[in-house]
């Protein structure tokens, strides 16, 4: 097979509401960029319809991938999953959830067009309890950034070019 210039990646778990329009506009934005590419979603073994509507997608569009896990092994796992199956030159992931807009992925393209070799997304809003969610994050990121000299902002978003 021939490498592709970007490979889009999303994990998903029970996001059969969201799944095709997500693919919709992920593969808007990258007919848009004019480049080869390839959309791989990974089912994170859901408990809804979101294997079947991999599968349909799949069955209509040859740029579409899915990879489906057993197991549910959690977000960053999926992704790696889903990361090992590109054959894209570049690599860019979302969310299966919308936590993050899509439209972010023309700001990636672009930064990544003046030359640089890894662009980072920043999430502006997180969504979720501040308990569960949001407090935990903040103090991973700080630790992160003050133990590992990691200037990110949040390590834990996944939203990479």
Same mark, same amino acid.
């Given at each position: ?8 990646? #999303?994990?998903?778990? &029970? ?5 095709? #329009?997500? +693919? @919709? !506009? ?14 791989? $979603?990974? &089912?994170? #073994?859901?408990? !809804? /319809?979101? @294997?079947?509507?991999?599968? =349909?997608? /799949?069955?209509?569009?040859?740029? $579409?991938? $899915?990879?489906?896990? %057993? $197991?549910? *092994?959690?977000?960053?796992? #999926?992704? @790696?999953?889903?990361?090992? =199956? %590109?054959?894209?030159? *570049? *690599?860019?992931?979302? !969310?299966? !959830? ?5 439209? +972010? ?8 067009? =003046? ?22 994050? /903040? ?5 992160i950034r003050l133990i590992g000299g990691v200037p990110v902002h949040d390590s834990g978003c996944?939203?990479?070019?």
């Amino acid at each position: 097979m021939q490498p592709l210039e970007y490979s889009v990646v #999303a994990p998903m778990h &029970n996001e059969e509401g969201n799944i095709k #329009a997500l +693919y @919709l !506009d992920i593969k808007q934005t990258m007919e848009r960029s004019n480049r080869s590419y390839e959309i791989i $979603f990974v &089912n994170d #073994a859901s408990g !809804d /319809q979101t @294997l079947s509507e991999m599968k =349909k997608i /799949q069955n209509a569009d040859s740029n $579409f991938h $899915f990879v489906d896990l %057993t $197991f549910n *092994i959690g977000e960053n796992w #999926a992704l @790696l999953a889903g990361i090992s =199956k %590109t054959r894209g030159d *570049i *690599i860019i992931t979302i !969310d299966g !959830d919308y936590q993050k807009n899509h439209a +972010y992925i023309s700001v990636l393209l672009t930064e990544l067009s =003046k030359g640089y070799r890894v662009v980072s997304g920043r999430r502006r809003e997180r969504v979720g309890s501040v308990w569960s969610r949001r407090l935990p994050s /903040q103090i991973a990121n700080g630790l992160i950034r003050l133990i590992g000299g990691v200037p990110v902002h949040d390590s834990g978003c996944g939203d990479a070019g």
